[in-house]
């Protein structure tokens, strides 16, 4: 019998638990969240934490990638990138990833950029193909004489309903309605035909169809929180915990798992629907006394003990909240011209017009002379 026909009934993110991981930066998670102020952030970096996790990563693919791709992915090859991109001075602030692999049998390899978005961004395509650019210009400078093949995915749940049609023209200025039909025609053709009309995916979690997605438990429910993060998570994450329950009498609570469940603790302990109580009782339904352990290490555990603490002191803990926003306040700003500053130097160094670094990042044409 072939080797294909014993594995018919395999599933594509079934792989070796000790394969599971695409690297260890899910330890850098506890930090940002200390830091996050719960805002679009904690999202982001949710995301990221999952998608490291390659039966995650890899059910992503399955609902996104065309499928004459994804049957020939050589999933041992799946791998971060080392992003052209991100600087490792950005990256404390940016949460996107690049993500290479080759196809069985063959040593070339595609590339993957996934950019999460919690928030509608007008210019979305036009940071995703600065990325893509940058990513490519990185290529050349290593000494490559060919560039590879990229698929742009983006993530979106945000509150702002998108038509992908509309995407694309809502970049450009408004025509006035007075244009002769000819001269519209033309510079309606001029904003199709531009760069920024490339193919991308777009898995947009408002209008997906949980009963129809296919994937494992993880994916389904980082999905499922995901897309009723901003309203309903209360209710979401109870019905989390009972098919959680209701997994764990088939399935064993594997390394992958215990991972997956460190980070959503994390993520939902930032909603102010869910409850200390609905937390523990998703710990319990483990029945794993070493599982337990490692939760009570995480930053979960000094949410718990912060929220008793604020019950007791709820003056007090008025006037810290108040001098905590400020202090957010005033660290995001730094850290949003430091994020500013990076990619212009970036985009500089990529051949890129002082105008159109100006506004893509922000910063005064002033302030990018002086970069």
């Given at each position: 019998?072939?080797?294909?026909?014993?594995?018919?009934?395999?599933?594509?993110?079934?792989?070796?638990?000790?394969?599971?991981?695409l690297?260890?930066?899910?330890?850098?998670f506890?930090?940002?969240?200390?830091?996050?102020?719960g805002?679009?952030?904690?999202?982001d970096?949710?995301?990221?934490?999952?998608l490291?996790?390659k039966?995650?990563?890899i059910c992503l693919?399955?609902?996104?990638?065309?499928?004459?791709?994804?049957?020939?992915?050589?999933?041992?090859t799946?791998?971060?990138?080392?992003s052209?991109?991100?600087?490792?001075?950005?990256?404390e602030?940016?949460?996107?990833l690049?993500?290479?692999?080759?196809?069985?049998?063959?040593?070339?390899?595609?590339?993957?950029?996934?950019?999460?978005?919690s928030?509608?961004?007008k210019?979305?395509?036009?940071?995703?193909?600065t990325y893509i650019?940058?990513?490519?210009?990185?290529?050349l400078?290593?000494?490559?004489?060919?560039?590879?093949?990229?698929?742009?995915?983006?993530i979106?749940?945000?509150?702002?309903?998108?038509?992908?049609?509309?995407?694309l023209?809502?970049?450009?200025?408004?025509l006035?309605?007075?244009?002769?039909?000819?001269?519209?025609?033309?510079?309606e053709?001029m904003?199709?035909?531009?760069?920024?009309?490339?193919?991308?995916?777009?898995?947009?979690?408002?209008k997906?169809?949980l009963?129809?997605?296919?994937?494992?438990?993880?994916f389904?429910?980082?999905?499922e929180?995901?897309?009723?993060?901003?309203?309903?998570?209360?209710?979401v994450?109870?019905?989390f915990?009972?098919?959680l329950?209701?997994h764990?009498?088939?399935?064993?609570?594997?390394?992958?798992?215990?991972?997956?469940?460190?980070?959503?603790?994390r993520?939902v302990?930032?909603?102010k629907?869910?409850?200390?109580?609905?937390?523990i009782?998703?710990?319990?339904?483990?029945?794993?006394?070493n599982?337990?352990?490692?939760?009570?290490?995480?930053?979960?555990?000094?949410?718990?003990?912060?929220?008793?603490?604020?019950?007791?002191?709820?003056?007090?803990?008025?006037?810290?909240?108040?001098?905590?926003?400020?202090?957010?306040?005033?660290?995001?700003?730094?850290g949003?011209?430091?994020?500013?500053?990076?990619?212009?130097?970036?985009?500089?160094?990529?051949?890129?017009?002082?105008d159109?670094?100006?506004?893509l990042t922000?910063?005064?044409?002033?302030?990018?002379e002086?970069?």
């Open positions: 019998m072939d080797e294909d026909e014993t594995n018919m009934d395999k599933k594509p993110w079934e792989i070796d638990e000790d394969d599971e991981f690297s260890i930066e899910n330890d850098t506890e930090e940002d969240l200390k830091s996050d102020d805002s679009s952030m904690r999202h970096l949710f995301s990221r934490a999952c490291m996790i039966r995650i990563l693919l399955m609902n996104t990638l065309d499928k004459d791709i994804f049957d020939y992915i050589d999933f041992k799946l791998s971060i990138e080392k052209n991109i991100i600087t490792d001075e950005l990256r602030f940016w949460t996107d690049t993500i290479s692999f080759k196809v069985s049998g063959y040593d070339f390899k595609t590339v993957i950029i996934i950019e999460h978005k928030y509608y961004d210019f979305m395509l036009l940071q995703m193909l650019v940058l990513y490519w210009n990185g290529e400078k290593d000494g490559h004489f060919s560039l590879s093949r990229i698929r742009p995915i983006f979106y749940h945000g509150n702002t309903k998108i038509n992908l049609e509309d995407l023209s809502n970049m450009f200025d408004p006035p309605d007075d244009l002769p039909d000819r001269l519209r025609k033309a510079l053709n904003s199709e035909e531009s760069p920024l009309n490339f193919k991308f995916k777009f898995f947009d979690l408002d997906v169809d009963s129809k997605l296919k994937g494992s438990f993880e389904l429910k980082f999905v929180l995901l897309k009723y993060s901003r309203s309903g998570l209360g209710e994450f109870d019905k915990i009972d098919d329950e209701e764990l009498k088939t399935h064993k609570l594997t390394r992958t798992l215990r991972s997956f469940l460190i980070s959503v603790g993520y302990s930032r909603s629907e869910v409850t200390k109580a609905q937390i009782r998703m710990v319990k339904v483990t029945k794993d006394s599982f337990k352990k490692e939760f009570e290490m995480t930053a979960v555990q000094e949410w718990i003990k912060e929220g008793e603490e604020k019950g007791r002191k709820e003056g007090e803990e008025k006037g810290r909240k108040e001098g905590e926003e400020k202090g957010r306040k005033e660290g995001r700003e730094e949003e011209m430091k994020k500013a500053i990076t990619i212009a130097r970036n985009m500089k160094n990529a051949g890129f017009e002082k159109q670094i100006s506004r922000g910063l005064t044409i002033e302030e990018v002086k970069i």
